[in-house]
């Protein structure tokens, strides 16, 4: 079920480093430091469900979920997702357990009634503990999930959801897991596939409530077991800005999807779409995480930190990061990325 990404095979793979210095410029990307610790990662371990999953479910659905040739090698996106993107750019290897419509419990929502036992998170944990019962305290474990949990599953308690991802964390640092990269949630309300319903302002406020939760949960587990180093990701924060201002994200459109499914149809620019389908990103916006979780993670703050001198003001800078501000800057990685079907024109 495990693929694994080497960084000499991803498709599409860039230097994100290197980009970095190309760009030019920097955004402000969101993190939400639980506490700073300078690390070297051996390798990244990644759970979560289709935001995260570069083929899992497309393997355990012999091929039919996500349908091709509209994703990109079974990915829900058209080329690589964040979580590669990363781990090319820290040069290591990552290792995926995520697998598309995982809630943050045993359920699988990516079909009904889930007739194939698709696993959730928990069942992605429990997989990585019988492989691994002495976990490497030098990886760093990426977990999102919880869209499914609502989405899917109609839940309208956050506090579950929000409990199961720090007894996943929790898990793993119990067989040894010290490095952890945890992902709040975007307003689920502002999805294309979403955004129209009646369910709108509903969603915005669970989302809302969960992310609100999910930092007050995660600050008292690290307080908790101070030996681990949890970074909290605040993605919301950073699409919500792409929303609000598409240009200073090279986005020309961030309210529709690229792919229309019904149609068969690829919109003519891709990379300028913040949106591949009605729910998922375009690999575009996942070099835009990549780029935010390049900042969070503590081994690449230095480097990303002194690159945005320049475009922020080496004093400005200095300030916040004395203060331990929220925001944390961080490069924008920009690249086109090319459709081999179906063209709108």
Request: aromatic fraction near 8%; hydrophobic fraction near 40%; include cysteine.
């Amino acid at each position: 079920m495990i693929c694994e990404t080497q960084r000499k095979n991803t498709e599409n793979s860039i230097n994100m480093k290197n980009q970095v210095v190309a760009a030019g410029f920097v955004i402000f990307s969101f993190m939400l430091p639980l506490k700073a610790n300078a690390a070297t990662f051996s390798q990244i371990y990644a759970f979560g469900d289709s935001l995260v999953d570069n083929g899992n479910a497309y393997q355990l659905t012999g091929g039919a979920i996500p349908p091709e040739p509209f994703y990109d090698n079974g990915r829900f996106s058209n080329g690589p997702v964040w979580v590669e993107y990363l781990a090319n750019a820290l040069g290591i290897q990552e290792t995926n357990y995520a697998v598309g419509g995982a809630n943050t419990n045993t359920s699988n929502t990516l079909i009904p009634n889930n007739p194939l036992n698709l696993p959730g998170l928990t069942q992605q944990i429990q997989t990585f503990v019988a492989s691994y019962p002495q976990a490497d305290e030098n990886a760093l474990y990426v977990v999102w999930a919880g869209a499914n949990d609502y989405l899917g599953a109609g839940v309208t308690n956050p506090l579950l959801p929000v409990n199961n991802l720090a007894s996943t964390v929790a898990t793993l640092a119990s067989v040894g897991a010290k490095n952890f990269l945890v992902v709040n949630l975007p307003d689920l309300g502002k999805l294309p596939g979403t955004k129209g319903s009646p369910f709108s302002g509903g969603l915005n406020y669970l989302t809302g409530l969960h992310n609100s939760a999910l930092s007050q949960t995660l600050n008292g587990l690290n307080q908790q077991q101070p030996n681990i180093n949890i970074t909290l990701l605040d993605i919301n924060s950073l699409i919500n800005q792409a929303i609000a201002s598409p240009g200073k994200f090279g986005f020309t459109n961030v309210t529709d999807p690229c792919l229309n499914l019904d149609a068969q149809t690829i919109c003519a620019n891709p990379d300028e779409y913040l949106f591949w389908d009605a729910i998922h990103p375009t690999t575009s916006t996942h070099k835009i995480v990549a780029g935010a979780a390049l900042v969070a993670v503590p081994e690449s703050s230095p480097v990303l930190g002194m690159l945005a001198l320049g475009a922020l003001g080496a004093t400005a800078l200095l300030k916040r990061k004395q203060k331990k501000s929220p925001l944390t800057p961080a490069s924008r990685v920009l690249a086109a990325q090319s459709s081999h079907i179906k063209v709108e024109n």
